[in-house]
């Protein structure tokens, strides 16, 4: 849908599953869900995460894939892998830094999130963000999402490789990108390089 | 009546519950196919009642749509609305009426079950007086089944005794929101959540239990809006808490008392509100004086810093919401809990102007307007009280009898089933209600039914009261008769009729008329549809508090629904109540309540020392006569779980998903351990959706709140050890305890 950008934010997720129970009413892959959903440590706290595909720029699903089976779309959404070119060898689902993709049986294909094809093509928006009931998913346009104390990026950091993708992340407001390295809240890293620069 | 005819394991092989994963057809077949319309309608799942559209061909529904420019959710659904459709089609589904005969439950003729039932209804009636058959009803039928239900036992029983399942949810919070303000809803809609300064959330699991009002705290939050959550367990929505009070089960009163002692030792009373527009302070503010910080502290559990601090953003904000729910209200002193926190937004001036008020979350599917328009016990459409003379001479004479016609006050839904116990109440009828999963003490209800000469039961599905029947009446479901329903906010909707009853199930409306027929009562029940009921209803609760006169379905489909009161058609209905700082009360002024402290009607001591607390998960829905049959919903929480802390775990040697035995003075209940650092370390929780070996309820008590009658579910004493031998058997099937010996005719 123009105009209509996804944000992913874990902080407000519930626990529910109402995402993954909506998944599977879905058209193209009917009574499969494809959200990934976890209580981070449910003996610790009742912290949950629901997660959709990121719809990276540069897939490395995509790049890893010996069949070429997996196609990303001119508007930015990477899609299951094509039946007839799957080969099942899951190198897609070992690359994945997200943990998307899926290994279907007994269809032996990948599967994953294509942010509802069916649905936003024709004006809809994807299953999930339109149910989630704290909009932990959430589909909408970029000045609503101005509105929460959060700020979207979608600039990752897996080690070396960074990544770009499609869906946002929420993170805090001072925070450009996803990336976690204690050096970047160190006092003494950035006094010394500005003391080697004096 | 008396035991089951046949085991429960037959039962269950007929009857269900049998878990349902798929739409009509499979996921590949029939609902792929283009739906030949789309319903406007609603999830029957809760309270928050979610706009959904349901998809339809062929007279089934086979999936949803979701509703985005319904104002209230927007399109969002939790898990249960999700899969709501999923209990259309379902292969449990009662197709016809049964009868109880010698070898189990076997389909009959209308004719026959009906003739059968006014039958019973004439001998116990004439044998005992009319008030030895009492009729049940239920919080998730539409309003105007309520009405015809209310009507049904006073005009066409001439019984006393008529209450229903709402009497289980929210009642505490009705008793005392009608002594403050001489009202009983809640006094803002949703859309004001957000602009709260502060929300204080005490006894409401909003996460699993009103999913839908997490994104309503939640852009709170993101406006700049603080939230304290007090709850014994840390709830999911505490997970974004800016103060968290961890207080002892059956404390909160200690705890709201604690807080108005500091809001009024500071001096952050709104005075001028007060002396202009409220009753009884002085009395109440005499009271909190005696409850310090520290005391409040010693009671709850809670730190007083925290207390002061909660107090304290409440006293000094511009705007405060207060919301509670059954945590707060299922205790033997709901009403003095529910009194307490409309005295904090009385002092504090935080009512009837935006983002702020005293809030109730409804419940149950239609728990709002379920109890508005006469099946409880005391009171006429319109909430009127069954007590008043003008009230009585009013709604007779819409009904065509003479006022000394109409029965006085009955019993309330546990009144009713232990006088089925002493056998003064010989006959019974029911419809959407299982009171053998959802009352407490589940043994002494067994026991009871048991005793019955007769029990009816209207339902969709054979709920597990319904083994008990000498009758099963094959009713509708939600989606299969028109009908209004009552959202937690107080805005009445549309609950639109989408598809046909199966087979020759039919509408529980047709059920109810036609039973009147039989009794000869039938002039007094001309209704031909739901638009005719409706008809009365709108008349009969004009004046009243609960005005419909304005509503009608085709408003309601215009205008997405419309808050009551809304006396004329032309009025636009009233979401914030007392915008004109008038109350309904005969004085027109908001009445403080003084509150007493009492300890609970089922005290902890040596032998069981720790507390009991029981609730709901998100992925079900009351006694789960319809949710345990969503295989998707099952799947997610298939069985009940005794959720306690590491450290108390760690005394007894309990590890996560061990088998445990929990006791109390009533029962003892064998289910697995879940070992969580989110909840305190002196309580047990068990969800009660459950029915058979594993039903919670098995252990409650019946210490009922002397003014509302709500049983205390929420405080238990007991005790937890591993188990020994335990029956490990996946299903609810009934086991060791058997049925109490059979009595009656």
Same mark, same amino acid.
């Given at each position: ?17 109402? =995402? ?175 003391? &080697?620069?004096? | ?76 659904? =939790? ?33 026959? =079950? ?401 039973? &009147? ?229």
């Amino acid at each position: 849908m123009f105009g209509y950008e996804f944000y992913i934010d874990p902080s407000r997720c519930i626990g529910c599953r109402s =995402c993954l129970q909506a998944c599977e009413e879905c058209e193209t892959h009917r009574g499969k869900s494809m959200i990934n959903f976890d209580f981070i440590e449910r003996r610790e706290s009742i912290t949950s995460a629901a997660y959709v595909c990121w719809h990276c720029d540069e897939p490395t699903c995509a790049q890893v894939c010996p069949a070429d089976a997996i196609k990303k779309g001119d508007d930015g959404i990477v899609h299951s892998s094509l039946k007839p070119r799957c080969i099942a060898c899951s190198n897609c689902v070992l690359a994945c830094p997200f943990g998307i993709p899926k290994m279907m049986e007994p269809e032996q294909q990948m599967m994953k999130c294509d942010m509802c094809y069916d649905r936003t093509s024709v004006g809809k928006r994807p299953m999930c963000a339109t149910v989630c009931p704290s909009q932990a998913l959430a589909y909408i346009r970029p000045e609503e999402i101005a509105r929460r104390k959060e700020k979207p990026t979608n600039i990752f950091y897996f080690g070396e490789q960074k990544i770009t993708t499609k869906v946002f992340m929420m993170a805090p407001a001072e925070r450009d990108a996803i990336a976690l390295d204690v050096v970047d809240y160190m006092w003494e890293e950035k006094h010394e390089l500005a003391v &080697a620069i004096e | 009546m008396a035991k089951a005819p046949v085991s429960e394991e037959a039962l269950k092989e007929q009857f269900g519950p049998h878990l349902n994963y798929v739409p009509p057809g499979g996921w590949k077949d029939e609902s792929i196919h283009p739906a030949e319309k789309l319903v406007k309608t609603h999830c029957c799942f809760c309270g928050q009642q979610c706009g959904i559209q349901l998809k339809v061909r062929k007279n089934r529904i086979i999936g949803f749509e979701p509703w985005e420019d319904f104002p209230f959710n927007h399109g969002m659904l =939790c898990p249960k609305g999700v899969k709501r459709y999923m209990q259309s089609g379902h292969p449990d589904r009662l197709l016809a009426p049964m009868m109880r005969r010698t070898d189990g439950f076997q389909p009959a003729t209308w004719d026959e =079950c009906l003739d059968f039932t006014v039958g019973r209804i004439r001998d116990i009636q004439g044998k005992y007086g009319k008030d030895a058959f009492a009729v049940y009803g239920g919080a998730s039928l539409s309003t105007e089944k309520s009405y015809l239900l209310g009507k049904f036992a006073r005009v066409a029983l001439g019984t006393r005794h008529i209450d229903y399942n709402g009497r289980l949810c929210m009642v505490s919070a009705g008793t005392a929101y009608k002594l403050a303000f001489g009202i009983d809803r809640s006094t803002i809609p949703w859309s004001e959540i957000p602009k709260a300064e502060v929300l204080f959330v005490i006894g409401a699991n909003v996460g699993e239990c009103a999913p839908i009002t997490t994104d309503y705290i939640w852009q709170c939050r993101d406006n700049g809006g603080r939230l304290i959550v007090a709850d014994p367990r840390m709830t999911p929505i505490t997970r974004n808490a800016d103060l968290y009070l961890p207080l002892r089960p059956g404390t909160d009163l200690a705890l709201l008392l604690g807080m108005l002692h500091v809001i009024l030792h500071d001096g952050l009373e709104d005075r001028e509100f007060i002396s202009r527009y409220t009753t009884g302070f002085e009395d109440v503010a005499a009271d909190a004086k005696q409850w310090d910080p520290r005391r409040s502290a010693e009671m709850t559990g809670v730190p007083p810093e925290a207390i002061e601090k909660a107090a304290r953003w409440i006293g000094k904000s511009k705007r405060a919401i207060l919301m509670h729910a059954r945590g707060l209200e299922h205790q033997s002193k709901g009403v003095e809990n529910c009194s307490a926190i409309v005295n904090i937004a009385l002092a504090t001036g935080n009512i009837g102007r935006e983002g702020s008020g005293p809030t109730m979350i409804t419940g149950q599917g239609n728990g709002q307007g379920g109890r508005e328009h006469g099946q409880k016990c005391d009171q006429l459409p319109g909430q009127r009280s069954l007590t008043d003379p003008a009230a009585r001479e009013y709604v007779a004479g819409i009904w065509g009898i003479r006022p000394e016609e109409l029965p006085q006050p009955g019993y309330s839904a546990q009144e009713i089933m232990n006088a089925i116990h002493s056998g003064e109440i010989r006959g019974l009828l029911s419809m959407c209600f299982n009171p053998l999963v959802s009352l407490p003490d589940a043994n002494f209800t067994r026991e009871a039914l048991s005793k019955l000469e007769f029990l009816g039961v209207v339902d969709f599905f054979m709920s597990e009261t319904a083994h008990h029947a000498d009758v099963v009446l094959a009713g509708s479901l939600h989606e299969e008769e028109d009908g209004l329903g009552c959202s937690a906010e107080g805005r009445v909707i549309h609950w639109q009729k989408s598809i046909d009853p199966p087979g020759q199930a039919r509408c529980d409306s047709d059920i109810i008329i036609d039973i &009147a027929h039989r009794l000869g009562r039938g002039q007094y029940f001309p209704f031909k549809s739901p638009a005719d009921i409706l008809e009365e209803l709108r008349v009969a609760s004009r004046g009243g508090v609960a005005d419909y006169y304005g509503i009608t379905y085709e408003r309601i489909d215009k205008e997405k629904g419309i808050f009551w009161p809304c006396p004329d058609l032309k009025h636009p209905g009233t979401p914030i109540l007392f915008a004109d700082k008038r109350f309904y009360t005969h004085d027109g002024k908001a009445h403080f309540n003084k509150t007493e402290w009492r300890p609970s009607g089922d005290p902890i001591d040596q032998e069981y020392p720790l507390y009991l607390t029981t609730g709901r998960v998100v992925s079900q829905y009351l006694s789960g006569t319809q949710t345990r049959r969503i295989g998707a919903l099952v799947d997610q929480y298939p069985e009940p779980r005794a959720e306690l802390h590491p450290r108390l775990a760690q005394q007894l040697n309990i590890k996560d998903g061990d088998w445990v035995t929990v006791t109390t003075r009533r029962d003892d209940v064998t289910v697995r351990a879940m070992v969580v650092k989110t909840i305190r370390p002196d309580t047990v929780f068990i969800p009660y959706h459950w029915a058979g070996i594993r039903s919670a309820n098995r252990l409650t008590h019946r210490t009922l709140d002397p003014r509302s009658k709500i049983p205390e579910f929420k405080v238990s004493a007991c005790r937890i050890k591993h188990a020994t031998n335990p029956d490990t058997s996946p299903d609810d099937r009934e086991a060791h305890h058997n049925d109490a010996p059979r009595g009656g005719a």
